[in-house]
């Protein structure tokens, strides 16, 4: 397992933007596919977006297509959520993950076996 950080939540306008990061420490996260996910109140947590090792495969969930946007740094050991365009139903903790997966993207939570301690952001109409 590697130990993951979020960083990068806060509080923004609808339309606004925000980028949060996922640090990794004590290993390095091109051994694993990384992904987001979030959990509104009340709601299950749900997958946001995911990437393969090497970068090359992305997916998206439909929510936040064209909005959101997922990369990752392997020579930072670290993982990006780029958000566009928020809106106040993406209000949630957003999750950093690690997965073993060795090809492609990860989109389920029983894919990942290593979690961040979440980094919450709040949309405002």
């Known amino acids: 397992q590697v130990p993951l950080v979020e960083s990068g939540g806060g509080s923004v306008q609808a339309g606004g933007s925000l980028r949060l990061s996922c640090a990794a420490s004590g290993r390095t996260i091109s051994m694993y596919a990384m992904g987001w996910f979030r959990q509104a109140p009340g709601k299950e947590r749900e997958f946001v977006a995911g990437?393969?090792?090497?970068?090359?495969?992305?997916s998206h969930a439909d929510s936040v297509k064209g909005r959101f946007t997922i990369s990752r740094d392997n020579g930072k050991n670290t993982v990006y959520l780029q958000m566009d365009s928020l809106k106040p139903e993406d209000t949630a903790v957003y999750y950093c993950a690690a997965g073993p997966r060795f090809g492609g993207v990860a989109s389920k939570e029983k894919e990942y076996d290593t979690w961040g301690q979440g980094t919450t952001v709040t949309v405002s109409s």
């Open positions: 990437v393969s090792r090497s970068g090359g495969s992305t």
